[in-house]
Nanobody, 115 residues
Framework: QLQLVESGGGLVQPGGSLRLSCAAS????????VGWYRQAPGKQRELVAT???????NYADSVQGRFTIFRDSAGRTVYLQMNNLKLEDTGVYYC?????????WGQGTQVTVSS
C-alpha cells in the first residue's frame, strides 16, 4: 500500500514563500506521475501542478511563474516551491499519484496566506 505524506504548510504573509514536500513510502516518482492539488474552504479541489515520469511539467494558470514542482533524485519526494504567495493560495494542499485505476492521496497540509 502506497503512502504519501505532505508537509511544509503553515501561515505566511502575502508575498512570502513556502516549500511543500510529498514523501512517498517507496521510490515511485520516476515510475508514476504526481500532482499537487489544493482545496480552498467552500471550493472544489483543483489541480495546481503536475510532473510526469519523463519530467513534463504543467501548472495551473493561477500559479504559473510563482510555483515550481520538482522531485528528488531518489524518486521518493516531490516538492512544491511556492513563491510570491497570494491570499487566494490559501487552502489544504494534497499530492496525488494515480496507479492504474487507484488514486493515492496524502492527508494534506494547510497553507494559510494572511496579513
Amino acid at each position: 500500500q502506497l503512502q504519501l505524506v505532505e508537509s511544509g504548510g503553515g501561515l505566511v504573509q502575502p508575498g512570502g514563500s513556502l516549500r511543500l514536500s510529498c514523501a512517498a513510502s517507496r521510490s515511485i516518482f520516476y515510475i508514476y506521475g504526481v500532482g499537487w492539488y489544493r482545496q480552498a474552504p467552500g471550493k472544489q479541489r483543483e489541480l495546481v501542478a503536475t510532473i510526469s515520469t519523463g519530467g513534463t511539467i504543467n501548472y495551473a494558470d493561477s500559479v504559473q511563474g510563482r510555483f515550481t514542482i520538482f522531485r528528488d533524485s531518489a524518486g521518493r519526494t516531490v516538492y512544491l516551491q511556492m513563491n510570491n504567495l497570494k491570499l487566494e493560495d490559501t487552502g489544504v494542499y494534497y499530492c496525488k499519484v494515480a496507479i492504474t485505476t487507484i488514486d493515492y492521496w496524502g492527508q494534506g497540509t494547510q497553507v494559510t496566506v494572511s496579513s
